[in-house]
């Protein structure tokens, strides 16, 4: 009785392998086939975020200096897009220009991809894994985040004339020559009267 039971359990676990060597890769194809189109939006999305940075105008310092300027003597609120264009205007065009090329590199890989995919029957392994898009977006933002998240120059805030009037140095006033005092005649004094001359 125990050899009967052990010979059908070993059949059993034998036929269920069997059926998972050939269940598996059915249910991959199908895992995948629900969750690509999902996915391909995403890396498509994470491209566009970053060319979207990458277009943003880069300022001199003291051009965004000017533009803080304005801001604080202004008193319209800063538009969304006008924040996101200053948060990048401190990184250089060579950074930016190189975000775009690695940006269309991996766009063309993945449009390669997705082509031959949709060329395959649902009933053939894909040749774009989820995972590898999930690799190419690391890629993408492993290499755009250094290039992108640079922290902005400090600038030195401007002196005020005050300041820069009290910083200067006073001119040095010279003593006035010392003067010797002249004794003044006194004022209730008069004058000595003259002689008179006798005419004989």
């Not at 009967?4 to 060597?21: G, N, P, W």
């Not at 995948?32 to 491209?47: H, S, T």
Request: with cysteine.
């Amino acid at each position: 009785m125990k050899m009967a039971l052990m010979f059908k359990k070993s059949e059993y676990i034998r036929q269920v392998e069997a059926m998972k060597k050939l269940g598996d890769p059915i249910a991959m194809r199908a895992a995948e086939f629900k969750k690509r189109p999902g996915l391909i939006a995403e890396v498509e999305n994470n491209l566009r975020n970053w060319r979207g940075a990458a277009s943003t105008p880069t300022l001199t310092p003291e051009q965004e200096q000017q533009y803080n300027d304005q801001k604080a003597n202004s008193k319209e609120k800063e538009t969304d897009r006008k924040a996101f264009e200053m948060r990048y205007s401190h990184i250089s065009q060579s950074d930016k220009e190189a975000v775009n090329k690695k940006c269309a590199e991996v766009e063309t890989r993945l449009r390669d991809l997705v082509s031959q995919q949709q060329q395959l029957p649902k009933t053939a392994n894909p040749v774009l894994l989820c995972q590898m898009m999930r690799d190419m977006m690391n890629e993408v933002n492993n290499h755009c985040k250094p290039l992108m998240n640079k922290p902005k120059p400090k600038v030195q805030p401007k002196k005020k004339e005050n300041q820069k009037n009290a910083e200067t140095p006073e001119a040095k006033t010279e003593p006035a020559p010392e003067t010797k005092d002249v004794p003044m005649p006194d004022a209730d004094a008069s004058p000595t009267p003259e002689k008179d001359i006798e005419n004989d």
